[in-house]
């Protein structure tokens, strides 16, 4: 018997060292390999953002090239997306957080599971991949997009030599967020689509008129994007006039070719020496009846003393996509790992994140609760840029985590979402005053010809309590660098917690257990 058990224990002492020492010779092992994999992947990531970058310096017109360069893009910024989750996956606080994303909290209501569940992959994914192995999936994620990027960057080198015979731009500042803020972001594809429709060449003895319908939700980017398709050389030398019509410019329908310009629209650019063809925009920020839409296009059609030969649409309702003479352009949000990309550059500015592992851990799940919202990220951006802290930035990660769960609790949707669709929502703040709560009723734009009438307070004075209004305000929010130049402000009032927002019937049954914790959220 004593043998016995002297064999057993023999054979465990035997197999506890032997599996010692073959995890410390598999740890040493793996280390060099992920370390290799992760210099290989900043080198090759190096490379293609030069491509990039140098391609976004000149015109490239070839179809096939400019897909090439969205495919790199995309890649570009997968690329960074999971280099940096991968560097974040030691910070213990988003790392907890990405596997019990806020979001889950909304699952009281099980008609907001798929949305929860949609904005929570947003935010964790790819990250939780990495975050959650110990060494394998990590090794595994990281190769599968390096051998990808590898592959891409083999691809590119007929590309890079037909880049040269294209002509440069003028030059723009390559400087951080200084160049995110005087450019368009993300809509490259799109903008060469608009380009092409308008520049193809109408069938001869045709008098039917190109609709482009352009769709949307609120503050996407359909201005912006049409109005840098307005400002391209080619197509301004393509038409004699653009015009650009509002909602107020044709709601009765009643529309005279003759007046574009005049009394009807903002003319956008006009050559009297030329005899041209007319551009004309129309803007609809609402929804419009469709027959006056109808009544409007038929008018454009049947009268040639203006020379319109192409319109653009824009609206947030699907349904102008039947007016449509060609394939609707449905512009969305941009893809998870390019909007992190965006918002990482607007907070760092030109400091690199590799040098700020703990900035940049926060900077990822931030960019996860953002809901993808380009004036979220402008906001949220240079509030944490002007304050490279990493107390500060964690400070605010908090905040934003529990007002935005808040937000999901009680009314089952993010605030960007209810202020694009005119609902009232909570604002959050850093510090608060007990019992006072501030309330954004809406969010509308301002062109910049009056800026003498904007408001004195900006939004991060209010929300770092350097500012403290009372009763009913406004806010500008942000001011945008880049055409049409717009200063988004928001109407606000401070109320208190007795006469807050009302909740939906439907949350009702959660809002005593949640109500102690939301309000110190506010």
Request: net charge positive; proline share 4%.
């Amino acid at each position: 018997m004593e043998a016995l058990v002297s064999a057993v224990l023999g054979d465990l002492i035997s197999r506890s060292i032997s599996f010692s020492i073959d995890k410390c010779y598999r740890g040493r092992r793996d280390a060099p390999v992920i370390e290799d994999i992760l210099q290989r992947l900043r080198r090759v990531l190096l490379r293609i953002r030069i491509t990039v970058e140098e391609a976004e310096r000149r015109r490239v017109t070839n179809w096939a090239m400019l897909r090439q360069l969205q495919l790199m893009r995309e890649g570009l910024y997968r690329g960074y997306y999971v280099l940096n989750a991968y560097n974040a996956k030691d910070d213990p606080e988003v790392s907890c957080h990405d596997r019990r994303s806020p979001f889950a909290l909304s699952q009281f209501n099980p008609a907001k599971r798929v949305r929860v569940c949609t904005l929570s992959s947003m935010a964790s994914t790819k990250m939780s991949l990495l975050a959650s192995g110990t060494g394998r999936e990590a090794e595994a994620e990281l190769q599968e997009v390096l051998v990808g990027l590898e592959r891409m960057a083999s691809d590119m080198k007929e590309l890079v030599v037909f880049l040269g015979s294209y002509p440069l731009l003028s030059r723009e500042p390559y400087s951080g967020h200084l160049w995110l803020q005087n450019r368009m972001f993300g809509r490259e594809a799109e903008q060469e689509r608009i380009i092409s429709f308008l520049l193809e060449p109408e069938p001869p003895g045709s008098t039917n008129l190109g609709v482009l319908p352009v769709i949307g939700r609120a503050r996407v980017g359909k201005s912006t994007l049409v109005e840098h398709v307005c400002f391209d050389e080619r197509v301004r030398k393509h038409f004699s006039s653009i015009v650009f019509l509002g909602i107020g410019d044709i709601d009765d329908g009643k529309l005279s070719p003759q007046h574009l310009g005049g009394n009807k629209g903002i003319i956008k650019h006009q050559d009297l020496d030329s005899a041209g063809k007319s551009l004309v925009v129309i803007e609809l920020d609402g929804h419009m009846d469709e027959s006056t839409l109808r009544r409007m296009l038929s008018t454009l059609r049947g009268a040639r003393t203006a020379h319109v030969s192409k319109i653009v649409v824009t609206s947030r309702s699907e349904k102008i996509a039947n007016f449509g003479t060609t394939q609707t352009l449905q512009l969305k949000p941009l893809p998870r790992e390019a909007f992190w990309y965006f918002f990482k550059t607007i907070a760092f500015g030109s400091t690199d994140t590799e040098d700020h592992a703990e900035l940049a851990s926060v900077c990822m799940e931030m960019a996860g609760l953002l809901n993808r919202s380009f004036i979220g990220a402008y906001i949220i951006g240079s509030l944490l840029r002007a304050n490279p802290c990493s107390q500060f930035w964690r400070k605010v990660l908090t905040r934003y985590r529990d007002f935005t769960r808040m937000h999901f609790l009680l009314f089952g949707e993010h605030p960007s979402d209810l202020i694009a669709k005119d609902r009232p929502a909570y604002l959050w703040r850093l510090a608060s005053k007990t019992g006072t709560a501030v309330i954004v009723y809406r969010c509308y734009q301002a062109c910049s010809a009056r800026e003498h009438d904007l408001p004195k307070i900006t939004i991060n004075e209010v929300q770092i309590g350097s500012a403290s209004p009372r009763g009913k305000f406004e806010v500008l929010a942000w001011r945008s660098h880049i055409p049409p130049y717009y200063n988004y402000v928001l109407s606000c009032e401070v109320r208190t917690s007795s006469s807050s927002l009302c909740i939906p019937a439907r949350n009702m049954q959660i809002r005593g257990s949640s109500n102690r914790r939301c309000r110190g959220s506010i």
